[in-house]
């Protein structure tokens, strides 16, 4: 779609450009998605030369302007799952940044799926300087996140010991090439403890910690505990019953699949 609004392109920009009427521009796969009539310039992140990952002994940080296809390339099983729950083209893979996928904070976002699963962190940047933010808090609603004026998500990190661990995904839709209607992972724990993130069935993303190996019953009321019935999304992909159906059969599948 064209923004048809916007009369300057700033390339390469960074933070202490940003003025109202401004967006950063990565993919742009989802910013030209939709009309945004508010926008008059874009600050263009593809230029700023930011490697796309870097590998340290504590974890991977995964720049913001990384895209889809880099990420999948990586060589972590999990990390490749969740490019897939894109169930985009090649296209899309070859544009699409991790960083927009954060941003737009969509239920069905497979990055915020991705971080909030690891323990990641994103680091900010803005006018007033650096901050991290767990990604399980960055997404805040549907659509809604903990970015202020002029910060911009400069990278997602996912430790070590996270990437490292044993972990099962459940992804559903409703007809093979849609949009995630539910999508669960699971991470086994030292101890034989379990982490559960629920996404794309919630409007932000749940994540449930069981520091020992978990009984059925204890997840299951876990998720209608943490869980309430308003979180559940409600559109064309899914309607909420089935969404909390399904989020409950995948936790026990996940369950049974990573007991000790």
């Not at 002029?150 to 997602?156: A, K, N, T």
């Not at 996270?162 to 992972?185: C, D, E, F, M, P």
């Not at 724990?189 to 794309?200: F, N």
Request: proline share 7%; hydrophobic share 45%.
């Amino acid at each position: 779609m064209d923004l048809n609004t916007v009369a300057e392109v700033i390339s390469p920009a960074r933070v202490g450009q940003w003025r109202p009427g401004d967006a950063w521009l990565g993919g742009g796969t989802a910013l030209f998605g939709e009309p945004r009539p508010h926008l008059t310039r874009l600050l263009d992140l593809t230029t700023a030369g930011w490697p796309a990952l870097t590998s340290r002994e504590d974890g991977l940080e995964v720049a913001a302007t990384c895209t889809i296809a880099e990420l999948a390339a990586g060589g972590h099983d999990i990390v490749e799952k969740c490019c897939h729950a894109f169930l985009a083209s090649f296209k899309i893979w070859n544009v699409a940044t991790v960083g927009g996928n954060l941003c737009a904070a969509l239920p069905a976002g497979p990055m915020i799926a991705l971080g909030a699963a690891l323990d990641g962190t994103v680091l900010l940047q803005g006018p007033d300087g650096e901050r991290t933010v767990p990604v399980a808090g960055f997404v805040t609603g549907d659509g809604a996140t903990v970015l202020r004026e002029g910060e911009l998500l400069r990278s997602m990190f996912l430790p070590a010991a996270a990437l490292r661990s044993r972990t099962a995904y459940r992804q559903g839709s409703l007809h093979a090439h849609g949009r995630s209607g539910v999508l669960v992972i699971g991470r086994a724990t030292t101890g034989g403890g379990l982490v559960l993130t629920v996404t794309a069935a919630t409007k932000r993303p749940y994540v449930l910690v069981f520091p020992s190996p978990p009984a059925a019953e204890l997840v299951q009321g876990a998720i209608a505990e943490r869980i309430p019935d308003d979180a559940y999304v409600d559109d064309v992909h899914g309607l909420p019953v089935w969404r909390r159906h399904l989020t409950r059969l995948y936790a026990e599948q996940i369950r049974v699949e990573l007991a000790p």
